[in-house]
């Protein structure tokens, strides 16, 4: 549960932010959500992954006609890792 403080998206456009989380790896399966209710409205988290090790990049999208800035607060992370197991490269 990070305290994370998103800076302004402008109008109608979605944004990527970075967030230092030590601990995250570039293979996590990552999904973000603010304190249920929380979130500013007219913003959603669009997408959100770890690109770079310890880095979290959340995707925000802002449908307002105006600049919106999203919850600033505590997020709630969950992050999938797959330790152990090398997966072969196809697949599928």
Request: a negative charge; one cysteine or more; proline letters at 5%.
């Amino acid at each position: 549960t990070p305290t994370l403080v998103p800076t302004a998206v402008s109008a109608s456009i979605s944004a990527v932010q970075t967030f230092t989380v030590p601990g995250l790896q570039t293979s996590d399966l990552i999904m973000v959500q603010g304190v249920v209710g929380s979130q500013t409205a007219g913003i959603v988290i669009a997408e959100a992954d770890c690109l770079t090790a310890n880095v979290l990049s959340i995707q925000f999208a802002n449908a307002n006609t105006a600049s919106a800035t999203p919850y600033v607060g505590t997020y709630i992370l969950a992050c999938d890792r797959l330790e152990g197991t090398v997966l072969p490269t196809n697949a599928a």
